[in-house]
C-alpha cells in the first residue's frame, strides 16, 4: 500500500513562493521515481518535475525550469516542490506521484497519486 499526502497549497501573490510537501510511505520498490503534476480547471493534467528517489537525478518541464525545484528529504520520506516567482497562471491543483520506472514524466508512468493541493495565485 502506497499513501502520498500533499501539504503546502494556499493564496499567494504573484511573484511571491510556496513550498509544496509530500509525505510518502508504503514499499519504496515502487516509488522509484516520485514527481509533481498540476491541474487547472478545464485543462489536462500537465507534468512540473520528476526526482529518481535513490540517485537525485531531476527533468523539469520548460514552463517552470528554473522557477520551480524538486527535491527529496530521505529520512523525512518525504517529497518538496519549492515555488518561486509565482504567476497567475500557476493557479491549479498540484498533485505528486510515484511510478515504479526512472524516469517517467507522463501521468500514464505514475501508479499512485496524492490526494492533491490547492495553489492560488493572486496577480
Known amino acids: 500500500q502506497v499513501q502520498l499526502v500533499e501539504s503546502g497549497g494556499g493564496l499567494v501573490q504573484a511573484g511571491g513562493s510556496l513550498r509544496l510537501s509530500c509525505a510518502r510511505s508504503g514499499r519504496s520498490s515502487v516509488m522509484t521515481a516520485m514527481g509533481w503534476f498540476r491541474q487547472a480547471p478545464g485543462k489536462e493534467r500537465e507534468f512540473l518535475a520528476t526526482?529518481?528517489?535513490?540517485?537525485?537525478?531531476?527533468y523539469y518541464a520548460d514552463s517552470v525550469r528554473g522557477r520551480f525545484t524538486i527535491s527529496r528529504d530521505n529520512a523525512k520520506n518525504t517529497l518538496y516542490l519549492q515555488m518561486n516567482s509565482l504567476k497567475s497562471e500557476d493557479t491549479a491543483v498540484y498533485y505528486c506521484a510515484a511510478g515504479s520506472r526512472w524516469p517517467i514524466m507522463t501521468v500514464a508512468e505514475f501508479n499512485y497519486w496524492g490526494q492533491g493541493t490547492q495553489v492560488a495565485v493572486s496577480s
Open positions: 526526482i529518481w528517489w535513490s540517485g537525485g537525478g531531476t
